[in-house]
């Protein structure tokens, strides 16, 4: 009797132990089975189920875009994806894991005019990641939750993205609306622009009304509407053109223009582009129709209405206005949009420059069919990143 119960507690002690090891078995698992990381942050994986004396193998299968240690702690190395294993026993868990690269603020300096705006934008982050935008000064800038920032009065603000523990700044001058004061001939009234003689003249967006008197102020919207005195006749007539797409709810600034917009080009470098390329070439094909473009490098002989390849050969922008020291450009996926203003240092052109395409020094144009048999044969120009850029803007 005695030996049948200690053959029951047996059997019975016997059955337990392999349930608990079967259970355990089954509880076996990975902390998770994707995570996202940028660039150079780390994080542990966990196996559940496991004891202390369990033996975990931990590899990578892209050392160079995330590495993994012997106690699971990956780490983001370069952007792209990843899957990180982890063996027990005869069993493998997996984990894929997504790196991006590292969260960028699109411009570490700003400067904006009082009225515009400008919008920030983060890169790198992942979809889970929230940003909470803030400014030092809202009464000098203000900055929306979607990062747009506008000038409120003169003076300098910091703006700052948030994400988690993580800061982003960017540092705000806003500048006075510019105005242009137009001198008008007191001895007799005027109902056109081509009458009246003045210190400087603006090429207004809209027809003028009449005027009568000794001077009136005309404000201008932003940065890129500005006195075309210094242009030659020929370059005012090609700005005037040129600004006249900032009214256009298409290329208003800010207004969306990205790599899926597409022009074909009448300029005869290139048959088409997208995105950048082919906002300048659109604005180029109004003012010069069918002129063929020339190219050079000479970046002391810029003139109104010419497209500049910069950044190294990754973006297109066109030329409203040169100065002795820098150009004021227009341009299209800036930050995925359009934006009107920005001023580009002629010393930055001639560093990271690739090369001016002008219509001033052509004479010749293609008919429509010769056009149609030209583009065949040319290549198709890309806006190679998503701008933003830092630096003056």
């Not at 993205?161 to 609306?177: E, H, L, N, R």
Request: glycine share 6%.
């Amino acid at each position: 009797m005695k030996t049948t119960k200690r053959i029951r507690l047996l059997l019975m002690t016997a059955l337990m132990c392999a349930l608990v090891s079967i259970s355990a078995h089954a509880a076996v698992s990975i902390s998770t089975k994707s995570l996202t990381l940028q660039v150079g942050s780390t994080y542990r994986l966990l196996m559940k189920g496991t004891s202390s004396s369990s033996s975990v193998t931990w590899k990578s299968s892209k050392k160079k875009v995330a590495s993994v240690t012997s106690t699971g702690i990956v780490k983001g190395v370069s952007a792209g994806t990843a899957t990180v294993s982890a063996r027990v026993g005869s069993k493998t868990y997996k984990c894929k894991v997504t790196v991006l690269s590292k969260v960028k603020i699109s411009a570490s300096t700003l400067t904006v005019r009082v009225g515009s705006s400008y919008k920030l934008k983060l890169t790198g982050l992942a979809k889970s990641q929230k940003v909470k935008w803030s400014s030092s000064k809202k009464a000098v800038a203000s900055v929306s939750s979607k990062g747009v920032v506008k000038g409120k009065k003169t003076g300098k603000a910091v703006i700052t993205a948030k994400v988690g523990s993580k800061k982003y700044t960017c540092k705000v001058t806003v500048k006075k609306k510019q105005t242009t004061t137009i001198v008008v001939n007191t001895t007799k009234s005027v109902t056109t622009t081509s009458t009246v003689t003045t210190t400087t003249t603006v090429l207004e967006e809209e027809p003028a009304a009449a005027v009568t008197g000794t001077a009136v102020a005309v404000k201008t919207a932003s940065a890129a509407e500005t006195s075309t005195s210094s242009m030659s006749s020929e370059e005012a007539a090609v700005y005037k053109i040129l600004i006249s797409f900032k009214n256009k709810a298409k290329y208003k600034e800010g207004a969306p223009y990205t790599n899926d917009d597409y022009y074909a080009w009448n300029g005869g470098t290139y048959r088409g582009g997208y995105g950048c390329a082919a906002f300048t070439f659109e604005l180029s094909d109004a003012a010069f129709g069918d002129t063929i473009a020339t190219v050079h490098t000479n970046w002391d002989k810029i003139k109104v209405g010419d497209i500049l390849r910069v950044d190294d050969d990754c973006h297109s922008v066109i030329v409203l206005k040169v100065n002795s020291s820098y150009v004021t450009v227009a341009e299209g996926n800036y930050n995925e949009s359009c934006h009107w203003g920005r001023e580009i240092p002629i010393s930055e052109l001639k560093s990271t420059g690739t090369y001016i395409m002008t219509r001033y020094e052509s004479t010749t144009s293609v008919s429509a069919s010769g056009m149609r048999r030209m583009r065949a044969s040319l290549p198709i120009l890309y806006d190679m990143k998503h701008y933003p850029m830092s630096g003056r803007r």
